[in-house]
């Protein structure tokens, strides 16, 4: 079905419900790799000087798609503010030491850094983009790279 727009406002609101969906499911990739990362920190080393509380584990946040400032925006972060029972180290503190492949903010053999890592594997290889291109191709759009 074609959709005649006369004006800019029209093609934003004509555009608006693909791009919701769209970016709400690139978000979805970017939840479920940093999750994969987080899992993958934990499952990679095990304490032996101090008990773990994995309130890290359990930090990333995805907050769905929503308009924003004549756009759509979707957010996933860690929640650092959430983590409030490590003994002398901040949620804050965790979460930096996790990218920089520490544990407990020692030195360990099993080095996933949680947040480049994600990036690396989402972003910077590109793959959200090509995510995109298919997305837009699949609800008709004409997209070329």
């Known amino acids: 079905m074609a959709i005649h727009v006369n004006n800019m406002d029209e093609l934003a609101k004509a555009i608006?419900?693909?791009?919701?969906?769209?970016?709400?499911?690139m978000a979805d990739?970017?939840?479920?790799?940093?999750?994969y990362f987080l899992q993958d920190y934990y499952?990679?080393?095990?304490p032996s000087s101090y008990q773990r509380s994995?309130?890290?584990?359990?930090?990333?946040?995805?907050?769905?798609?929503?308009?924003y400032k004549g756009g759509v925006k979707a957010s996933v972060y860690i929640d650092y503010d959430s983590m409030n029972s490590?003994?002398?180290?901040?949620?804050?503190?965790?979460?930096k030491w996790a990218n920089?492949?520490?544990?407990?903010?020692?030195?360990v053999s099993h080095k996933p850094h949680v947040w480049d890592d994600t990036l690396d594997e989402t972003v910077n290889n590109g793959e959200l983009l090509k995510m995109a291109?298919?997305?837009?191709?699949s609800k008709g759009f004409s997209v070329r790279t």
Do not use: C
């Not at 990739?29 to 999750?35: A, C, G, I, P, Y």
């Not at 309130?55 to 929503?66: C, I, M, P």
């Not at 920089?100 to 030195?107: F, I, K, S, T």
């Not at 291109?133 to 191709?137: A, C, E, F, P, S």
């Open 16 to 25: 608006q419900p693909v791009l919701l969906n769209m970016v709400d499911k």
């Open 29 to 35: 990739r970017v939840h479920e790799t940093l999750n």
């Open 43 to 46: 499952s990679g080393y095990e």
């Open 54 to 67: 994995k309130d890290f584990l359990f930090s990333a946040v995805k907050v769905d798609a929503h308009p």
């Open 86 to 95: 490590y003994v002398n180290a901040s949620g804050y503190q965790v979460a």
């Open 100 to 107: 920089e492949g520490r544990h407990g903010g020692m030195e």
């Open 133 to 137: 291109i298919q997305y837009l191709k």
